[in-house]
């Protein structure tokens, strides 16, 4: 399964051109093919609506593609009304892991840069305790056990026979910073030293001090997801306190571009895997021996 939100931002973009190419409004290929111009509009946005793939082949039929193009845009109309094992659990696991389910779904290869312990590798109990100081800040509208259970599910998807490739750079601040009590902290480096050991898996320590090409500093958390096929677009997903901004090369290529290039200034800067498990192996030993943890 690719991911759906993907999928509708490649058939927006699609629908959007044949549209465009065919010189006609939003308003006069709705009256051709009797749908509302806000379903079209919808469309070309990337929002998923309801009978998506019968009004998708209205549009096409009507704009004459035929053929190979017919068939493939067909395809992506039918991914992008897929539903993805998160949508059974709702609002119980928050929007915003949803979201990040839903695009790493299918993907061949996820990088992301973290100044806090990526959800993709936390332990059910450091996970536990995020959701819980999340609630500390503000209202939530996820369940904490039923979030801590969807991203358990999320770590199996990534670990699947064909899973993606998974790259991390960790800022040292992640694992220095108490986010957890010391044991949870604690057991949570070590699952980090444990999980770099995998084939599929890399994680690289950028060090408080390292120096980056160019001086150049990361603002906040992102992650970089690469599909299969390539005629899906390269996503980028920015972590901010409250929502995330979604950035496709469709639209945004020059945005993503700029995030492409800064995840590999540091990656150059980070420390090497090996030198990384070394580094998280010589915490989890200060964590237990400061903090006491048996």
């Given amino acids: 399964m690719?991911?759906?939100?993907?999928?509708?931002?490649?058939?927006?973009?699609?629908?959007r051109s044949l549209r465009e190419a065919a010189r006609l409004t939003h308003a006069e290929l709705a009256k051709r093919i009797g749908q509302s111009r806000m379903k079209i509009t919808r469309l070309e946005n990337g929002h998923a609506i309801r009978d998506?793939?019968?009004?998708?082949?209205?549009?096409?039929?009507?704009?004459?593609?035929e053929g190979d193009r017919w068939t493939e845009i067909m395809a992506v109309a039918r991914?992008?009304?897929?539903?993805?094992?998160?949508?059974?659990?709702?609002?119980?696991?928050?929007?915003?892991?949803?979201l990040y389910a839903d695009l790493e779904a299918g993907a061949s290869e996820i990088v992301e840069f973290q100044p806090f312990v990526p959800g993709l590798l936390q332990?059910?109990?450091?996970?536990?305790?995020?959701?819980v100081a999340e609630a500390e800040i503000g209202p939530v509208?996820?369940?904490?056990?039923?979030?801590?259970?969807a991203r358990q599910t999320r770590q199996r998807m990534l670990r699947r026979p064909d899973g993606p490739l998974y790259e991390v750079v960790l800022d040292e601040v992640a694992v220095r910073?108490?986010?957890?009590?010391?044991?949870?902290?604690a057991a949570q480096v070590q699952q980090?030293?444990?999980?770099?050991?995998?084939?599929?898996?890399?994680?690289?320590?950028?060090?408080?001090?390292?120096?980056?090409?160019g001086y150049v500093t990361p603002r906040s958390a992102f992650s970089l997801y690469t599909y299969p096929d390539i005629r899906d677009p390269r996503v980028v997903a920015v972590d901010t306190v409250t929502t995330d901004v979604v950035l496709t090369s469709l639209t945004e290529e020059a945005q993503v571009t700029r995030y492409e290039n800064l995840y590999r200034r540091l990656c150059d800067a980070a420390l090497g895997p090996q030198e990384s498990v070394e580094f998280l192996i010589n915490v989890v030993a200060e964590l237990t021996g400061r903090q006491g943890v048996a």
Avoid at 83 to 96: D, E, K, N, V
Avoid at 141 to 149: D, G, K
């Fill in 192 to 213: 980090l030293v444990a999980v770099a050991s995998e084939p599929r898996i890399t994680v690289r320590v950028l060090q408080v001090d390292a120096v980056i090409e």
């Fill in 79 to 98: 991914d992008a009304t897929e539903r993805g094992w998160w949508t059974s659990l709702g609002q119980a696991m928050g929007a915003r892991q949803a």
């Fill in 2 to 15: 690719i991911s759906p939100y993907v999928r509708r931002q490649r058939l927006a973009v699609e629908l």
């Fill in 141 to 149: 509208t996820f369940q904490s056990q039923r979030a801590v259970e």
């Fill in 123 to 131: 332990t059910s109990e450091f996970a536990y305790q995020r959701q």
């Fill in 52 to 65: 998506g793939q019968a009004a998708v082949m209205r549009i096409i039929d009507e704009l004459g593609v």
């Fill in 177 to 185: 910073r108490l986010s957890a009590p010391p044991e949870v902290a």
